[in-house]
């Protein structure tokens, strides 16, 4: 079993959808949550980071963790073409210096 | 945010031959730098740590006498593609974290990542 788990999709939305992505993990001491989004041929971005259980929105990005569940969610809300990329979670512990990366989900928003 | 550069972006070399990436943190000093490997449509494969004054660690598999890490000051780190053979073609992309500030959150920030086509 991966330490880290990640449908790859790919995901097809139309614009404006609602998109959920999802992570889970077996590790119980990750405490730092991390999404980055990585278009095409370029380096990951760092989108959104959340420390141990709770919710975190930036605009239109809402990143979710539940550590009872060992689940993280991150929604994207009206979606725009421009979102399409890979998505990939990571997350570590606490006196971890590397992150542990899912496998990436790739989105496609299409107009 | 912090911002990460690598260079070349793009090689293109003849099998046999040495390739050396490299890795700046503009604004900021980073005892620690990561260098990852990443197959198409696949996640990132952590490679090694570049640690400051000290040898890289390897993650278990990598081969460190192919793979040449120096991280020679707080702000670079380089990665030597020795005898490149085609099946090292690949997206290679760094990472550096902030020794200060930001350190508990976890933030990595990436290169913009190089691409390396051995011939």
């Known amino acids: 079993q991966k330490e880290v788990e990640q449908d790859p999709g790919p995901l097809s939305v139309p614009e404006g959808a609602i998109v959920s992505l999802n992570c889970t993990y077996s590790?119980?001491?990750?405490?730092?949550f991390m999404w980055y989004r990585q278009y095409s041929r370029k380096g990951p971005e760092l989108l959104m980071y959340?420390?141990?259980?709770g919710n975190k929105e930036d605009g239109r990005f809402t990143a979710q963790v539940d550590k009872s569940s060992k689940y993280i969610s991150l929604f994207i809300r009206d979606s725009q073409p421009s979102d399409s990329a890979t998505y990939l979670c990571?997350?570590?512990?606490?006196?971890?210096?590397?992150?542990?990366f899912g496998s990436g989900t790739q989105l496609t928003v299409l107009p | 945010g912090a911002v990460v550069s690598q260079h070349p972006s793009r090689v293109i070399c003849k099998s046999g031959t040495s390739v050396k990436i490299e890795c700046r943190s503009l604004?900021?000093?980073?005892?620690?730098m990561f260098w990852y490997r990443q197959f198409p449509k696949k996640s990132l494969m952590l490679m090694a740590t570049?640690?400051?004054?000290?040898?890289?660690?390897?993650e278990q598999g990598v081969e460190k006498d192919k793979f040449l890490i120096n991280h020679a000051s707080l702000t670079l780190s380089t990665l030597t593609v020795t005898s490149a053979h085609p099946e090292d073609s690949s997206f290679y992309i760094c990472?550096?974290?902030?020794?200060?500030?930001?350190?508990?959150?976890?933030?990595?920030?990436f290169g913009e990542g190089s691409r390396l086509t051995v011939l």
């Open positions: 990472s550096a974290r902030s020794d200060k500030g930001h350190s508990n959150t976890g933030e990595l920030f």
């Open positions: 590790n119980s001491a990750f405490q730092y």
């Open positions: 959340t420390y141990s259980s």
């Open positions: 990571a997350m570590r512990g606490g006196s971890a210096r590397q992150l542990t």
């Open positions: 604004d900021f000093q980073a005892t620690t």
């Open positions: 570049s640690n400051e004054g000290s040898k890289a660690t390897y």
